[in-house]
């Protein structure tokens, strides 16, 4: 198993280009998530799906948007780049088990906005 | 999702234990304790979790005080490989999606 990978792993876009992440999972797992990590901070939480066709707001939502038409993949896009967006992006999956689900996470898109 | 303080940083030697503390002082009676830790540019991975009683696996040993106020992650026989990021995060039974809170974590420094 591959569990969960991440492309691209590293990408300069010039603000306001568009980009789109793909992330996809092997585990068969119905929950996803795009988090973002800044320098020296913990993870925050992007946008989530909890099942194929169906996606949700996180923490940090604004300027992204998610699509996931699959249950392994779930696609995070950039519309237009802001400098703001520099940071490093970790997708992640898990099955529900309320309070001892275990998240699996990909090895992360660093994402330079210029 | 309740709160937890670590300690910022921390250092150990190599083949010494490693105790890291957690408080969650405001943790709910079906709130569960994880770790995760994050290696150098490299996605967290799952350490291990527990409701009450304290939890052994392959790669650490979890001691959660009797009132749950507060936990430690042991690491029985630090290695440079265990260098990383540690995280206690507390999730909910009932939580409806299992986003995963992060604070900043305890930086774990291990000395040759």
Redesign the interface.
Same mark, same amino acid.
């Not at chain 2, 992060?102 to 974590?105: A, D, E, L, T, V």
């Given at each position: 198993n591959a569990g969960v990978t991440q492309t691209p792993k590293f990408r300069v876009l010039k603000t306001g280009q568009s980009m789109t992440l793909l992330c996809a999972q092997d585990m068969n797992h119905e929950y996803m998530y795009w988090y973002r990590q800044d320098p020296g901070m913990g993870l925050r939480l992007i946008h989530y799906s909890v099942g194929e066709g169906t996606t949700a707001k996180g923490e940090v939502p604004d300027g992204y948007n998610v699509s996931r038409l699959k249950k392994q993949n779930f696609l995070l896009g950039l519309e237009s780049a802001a400098p703001s967006q520099t940071s490093v992006y970790f997708c992640a999956s898990s099955r529900p088990r309320g309070g001892q689900e275990t998240q699996y996470f990909g090895p992360g898109t660093r994402l330079l906005v210029l | 999702d309740a709160k937890t303080t670590q300690p910022n940083s921390m250092e150990s030697n190599e083949e010494e234990p490693v105790h890291l503390p957690c408080n969650h002082s405001t943790i709910s009676g079906?709130? @569960?304790i994880h770790w995760?830790r994050q290696l150098p540019?490299? =996605?967290?991975? @799952?350490v291990i979790?527990g /409701?009450t009683s304290n939890v052994n696996n392959r790669m650490a040993s979890l001691a959660i005080a009797e009132d749950r106020k507060s936990s430690t992650l042991i690491l029985h026989r630090a290695t440079l490989r265990d260098a990383a990021v540690y @995280?206690c995060i507390l999730?909910? @039974? *009932? =939580?409806s999606?299992?986003? /995963?809170i992060? *604070?900043? =974590?305890t930086k774990l420094s291990v000395k040759p």
């Open positions: - | 079906t709130d @569960y995760y540019s490299q =996605g967290p991975e @799952y979790h /409701l @995280y999730r909910n @039974y *009932g =939580g999606q299992g986003n /995963l992060f *604070g900043k =974590g």
